[in-house]
């Protein structure tokens, strides 16, 4: 059998600070106003605006993306919950 040369092979568990359990991810995005302008990435768009990521590209007056890197864009929070608050206010018609 072959050793595994990871760090912290799954069969092990990582110790914990006395008295404190990790915390769960439940979101992708922070809904806090702490980070209004945090980047975020289209899979946590989508999740937000419940919308397909050919519609977050296509709509005309959907918040402009942020180039990360070559391959890489990201939305500022605070104009993705705009758009939605903006799109909800209006009560848009299909």
């Known amino acids: 059998m072959r050793r595994s040369m990871h760090p912290n092979p799954p069969h092990t568990t990582t ?4 008295g404190t359990q990790p915390t769960p991810n439940t ?3 922070s809904l806090t106003p702490a980070h209004p302008d945090r980047l975020i990435r289209l899979p946590t768009v989508c ?11 296509s709509i005309p007056d959907f918040p402009k993306r942020v180039t990360l890197s070559r391959r890489a864009v990201g939305w500022r929070l605070s104009e993705v919950l ?3 608050e ?8 299909s």
């Open 15 to 18: 110790p914990h600070t006395h």
């Open 82 to 84: 705009a758009w939605i």
């Open 47 to 57: 999740e937000l605006t419940a919308l397909g990521k050919s519609s977050v590209y």
């Open 27 to 29: 979101s992708r995005a």
């Open 86 to 93: 903006s799109r909800s206010a209006v009560g848009v018609k």
